[in-house]
């Protein structure tokens, strides 16, 4: 079994352009579902996978996410600032690379969020990776039946876990739930500014070291002001 990742990336640095109205005044990490803001159930979900500590990013309304984070301690939170440049995905973690240390990390966008089957998706991650044969191991949902999705799916996964990229036309069956766990090494010879991490999972797919997990449980895309209640539906049914 691979050792349990301490450290995560936690993407919440994006302008929520979607979620508007609710994010005109509010950055989207901070929406409520449930009671809650979802970068709570993600920090909170991390709390519990063991991980110390959490590189959080920001841009929009950065000072909201600062302070709601200031107090924490599992995880505790390091703010990578991105005021003046936002970075895309992938160099949001480039610039973070130093707090993130050199063995792997979970990698988590701050919006994602999910109802977990008998053992934690988390810990199924952590469970499945092995370095010595993958470059990133991805959290995956299917592409129907999911909450609040309704696009064309990403990946399709081989017997042995391998990913593949859907091309243009096709409908794949899996679209990335925005988990996973990442190594480092991956970022060796990485774009520098800012730039998408699916340019690094492309690169891994190339080589065979992009990997999928088939997430247990029910995945929700809280992706516009709809999906914030149909989010809170299905939590509130799983609980009865």
């Known amino acids: 079994m691979a050792s349990h990742p301490r450290t995560a990336m936690v993407l919440a640095a994006g302008l929520g352009t979607r979620m508007r109205p609710l994010t005109d005044t509010k950055p989207k990490p901070?929406?409520?579902?449930?009671?809650?803001?979802?970068?709570?159930?993600?920090?909170?979900?991390?709390?519990?996978?063991?991980?110390?500590?959490?590189?959080?990013?920001?841009?929009?309304?950065?000072?909201?996410?600062?302070?709601?984070?200031?107090?924490?301690?599992?995880p505790r939170v390091i703010i990578s600032d991105e005021r003046g440049l936002l970075l895309g995905t992938g160099g949001g973690v480039v610039k973070a690379l130093a707090e993130l240390g050199t063995a792997p990390f979970f990698h988590i966008n701050s919006d994602t969020i999910w109802i977990d089957g008998v053992t934690p998706n988390l810990t199924r991650l952590t469970q499945a990776f092995d370095a010595a044969t993958m470059d990133a191991l991805l959290l995956l949902a299917p592409t129907t039946g999911s909450i609040g999705y309704a696009g064309r799916g990403d990946f399709a996964m081989a017997p042995d876990g391998r990913l593949n990229r859907r091309s243009e036309r096709e409908v794949a069956p899996f679209v990335y739930a925005g988990a996973a766990i990442l190594s480092p090494a991956m970022f060796k010879d990485a774009p520098q500014g800012e730039f998408s991490l699916t340019d690094l999972f492309d690169r891994a797919a190339n080589v065979g070291r992009l990997h999928g997990l088939r997430l247990e449980g029910l995945w929700m895309h809280v992706g516009t002001p709809e999906a914030v209640g149909e989010a809170e539906a299905a939590i509130r049914k799983s609980a009865s």
């Open 30 to 74: 901070l929406i409520e579902v449930a009671g809650k803001p979802l970068l709570d159930h993600v920090l909170d979900r991390l709390a519990e996978a063991g991980v110390e500590r959490a590189v959080v990013n920001v841009h929009y309304l950065a000072e909201q996410i600062i302070a709601r984070t200031a107090a924490r301690t599992k």
